[in-house]
C-alpha cells in the first residue's frame, strides 16, 4: 500500500493530490492518505454551493470553499480536523461501500479504547452521536472512500459556516447541527491527545496491517497536481458551478439524501434542468439532464423518457418512480 502524508494545509491543494492519487498512483497498489485542512468548507460534487454554506461569515473568517469530485454533504475542517483517504484499484462492478472501508477508522478508535460504530447511510459516530462522514468517488473499478474525522474543531464555527437544511435536521430527530456532532478527543481517556498524535496512531495501525510505502512526490508530480489544482478548486465554475435560469424548483430528502431540481419549462417543454443534493450516484446527473431536454414537461413523458436509464447508478437507493416524483406532479 501507499502512504501518502500531505505536507501542505492547503484544502485546494490536497483534494487535487487525493484526485492525482487515484488517477496516477492507483493503478497497481491501494494508497492511504492522510491530511489536515486549514479552515474550510468541503462540499460535494452535486451541491449548490451558495444554498450549503454562509458565505458572509466564510468570508469574514477566512474560511476557503472547495468542492471534491464525489457526492454526498458539505463538511467544515479546520487544523483539529484529520482527514483520511483510502483508494482501491481491482474492485469488480461499480458499487458503494461504506462499512467496509469504515472499518480501519472504527478499529484503530477500539484500540484506543473508543467505541465507534457505522450507523445510516454513510456515518461514524460514538454514543449515538456523528464525528465522521464519508464519502465514495467510482470509476472504472477504482474507489476512493474519503472521511473527515472531527477530532477537536470548533463546532461553534462548524455550525455558523454550513447551512444545514431543516428537513436534514428533521430527518434525524434532532435540534441543531452542534447537537448531533461530537469531537472524538472527548472520548478518549488521554485528554492531552493532539490531532497530530491521533494522525500518528492512525497511520502506524494502518501500516502494521498494509506495510505502507511512503509516497514522494517528484517534480513531475507536484506539475500535474497544480493542473488539476487549476481545473478543480482554483476555478470559480468548478467550486460555485453555473445554475442556468430556472422557473420550476422541486426537491424531495429521500432515506439516501436529498435530490433537488431546478428546471426551465417553456411552452410546456423542458429547455434546461440542473440536478443539486447529497445524494450518492456513480454517474454523472448531467447524462439524465441531457436526456430531459426538449421533453414535454408531464410525468408520462419524463418517466418514458427515464425508463431505460439505471436510476440507481445516478441517484444510490432511488427508484425510478420516487425521481419521476420529485420532477414533476
Known sequence: MIYIESKSNDPRYNTALEFYAFNELAK?????????????IVVGKNQNTTEEINQKYCDEHGIKIVR????????????????YTI??????????DF?????????????MGVKAEFTGRNDLEIDGRKFCGNAQ?????????????????????????LKVSKDKIESKGIKSVRSRVTNIKEHLPNQEMAVQDFEKVLKN?????????????????????AKIQDEKN???DWVYGKNPDFNIKRNRR???????????VEHGIITSIKFFGDFFGVMDVEDIAEKLIGIKYNKEAVKKALEQVDINSYFLGATLEEVVDILVD
Request: hydrophobic share 40%.
Open 99 to 111: 462499512k467496509s472501508f469504515s472499518q480501519p477508522v472504527i478499529d484503530a478508535l477500539a484500540s
Open 137 to 161: 468517488y467510482i470509476r472504472s473499478g477504482r474507489i476512493m472512500h474519503h472521511g473527515c474525522l472531527l477530532f477537536d474543531v470548533d463546532t461553534t464555527v462548524l455550525a455558523n459556516a
Open 234 to 236: 482554483n476555478s470559480w
Open 254 to 264: 429521500l432515506k439516501t439524501g436529498k435530490i433537488e431540481a431546478n428546471i426551465m
Open 68 to 83: 471534491r469530485v464525489s457526492g454526498g454533504g458539505a463538511v467544515y475542517h479546520d487544523l483539529n480536523n484529520l482527514n
Open 205 to 225: 495501525y494502518m501500516n502494521e496491517k498494509y506495510d505502507m510505502v511512503d509516497f514522494i512526490p517528484t517534480e513531475e508530480d507536484e506539475k500535474a497536481i
Open 28 to 40: 497497481e497498489d491501494d494508497v492511504f492518505m492522510l491530511w489536515i485542512n486549514e479552515p474550510c
Open 87 to 96: 483508494i482501491s484499484n481491482g474492485r469488480s462492478g461499480e458499487e458503494f
